[in-house]
């Protein structure tokens, strides 16, 4: 009686805890499965991304996309990706470090991660995002971003009214760009909207930039500048392009001088028969006076 009364006591303890582990190894509770799906859903991207599968990335992202602070429809964003895997062929990004998960609210999860990007030759590492939106039971990112980008377009004070549309690095989102000088200097800085770095602009106390249009036709619009300056008539025009991820002299300075800008002949205009050319309008002092020629210029 005694052995059968211990087998009994052993046999409900074995029970209640079977019972009581239910689940414990193999069924993860609801968080644990949200979770597992948005780090394997951040995984896929981050891999899609460095792949360039295109078909991957449309699997993923929703049919509005906040994309790097642009209101996006799902075919813009896809464009947008496709252009810029064109222009960095170079591209890879690397998530480092753990994922950061966050609910924002009801259906909104972001995710919170550093991420390393190689182009052009260069390394930097952001404090990025990804937000997905809860879509017919599946999870689509509804924006992407980092804070470096948030910060230069969270607010529109920050862009003056005489800023300059364009799309100065080509990756087919509209930038702004506007001239500051710099104190105590004897320069300037252009300055854009977006993650564009600065133009700093040499012998100058002031200017207006001008957007030149795509005058190489690599996909970028060049800028032009005649910078201000206290003595004489004759100034320099430059003319500026972003390659490879930094500013160039598209060509050497084209001298100018005042009656040219009283007769509004412009610098540069684009030779429209052969790509890559310019007109090159310059000032030159002969022994006619001051001559406006004509030659054309091939471009970087």
């Not at 004897?186 to 564009?196: D, L, M, P, T, V």
């Not at 012998?203 to 032009?224: H, K, Q």
């Not at 060509?251 to 009283?262: A, F, K, R």
């Amino acid at each position: 009686m005694k052995k059968f009364v211990e087998v009994l006591f052993v046999s409900l303890c074995l029970i209640y805890l079977f019972a009581s582990c239910n689940g414990c190894g193999g069924k993860k509770t609801e968080p644990e499965k949200r979770e597992l799906s948005l780090n394997e859903l951040t995984s896929i991207w981050n891999e899609a991304n460095n792949n360039r599968d295109i078909n991957v990335l449309k699997s993923l992202y929703d049919t509005i996309v906040h994309f790097y602070q642009y209101r996006y429809t799902f075919d813009e964003c896809i464009k947008s990706k496709i252009e810029y895997f064109e222009k960095y062929p170079d591209f890879k990004q690397k998530i480092e470090g753990k994922i950061f998960i966050d609910s924002i609210k009801t259906g909104f999860v972001r995710i919170n991660f550093t991420k390393a990007v190689i182009r052009g030759g260069e390394e930097e590492k952001v404090a990025a995002y990804l937000v997905f939106r809860r879509h017919n039971e599946t999870w689509k990112i509804f924006a992407e971003s980092d804070l470096n980008t948030d910060r230069l377009l969270s607010s529109g004070a920050q862009i003056p009214g005489n800023a300059v549309e364009g799309d100065y690095n080509g990756d087919g989102i509209t930038d702004y760009m506007w001239l500051e000088t710099i104190d105590k200097t004897e320069e300037c800085k252009i300055r854009f909207s977006g993650n564009i770095a600065p133009l700093i602009v040499g012998t100058c106390l002031g200017g207006s930039p001008v957007n030149e249009g795509d005058l190489n036709d690599d996909g970028t619009d060049e800028i032009g500048l005649l910078p201000v300056w206290e003595t004489s008539c004759w100034k320099g025009y430059f003319v500026y392009t972003f390659k490879d991820n930094q500013w160039l002299e598209a060509l050497e300075p084209v001298p100018t001088h005042c009656i040219q800008w009283e007769k509004n002949i412009l610098p540069v205009v684009k030779d429209s028969t052969r790509k890559a050319y310019v007109f090159v309008n310059y000032s030159e002092l002969t022994d006619e006076g001051i001559e406006i020629k004509t030659k054309t210029v091939k471009l970087q």
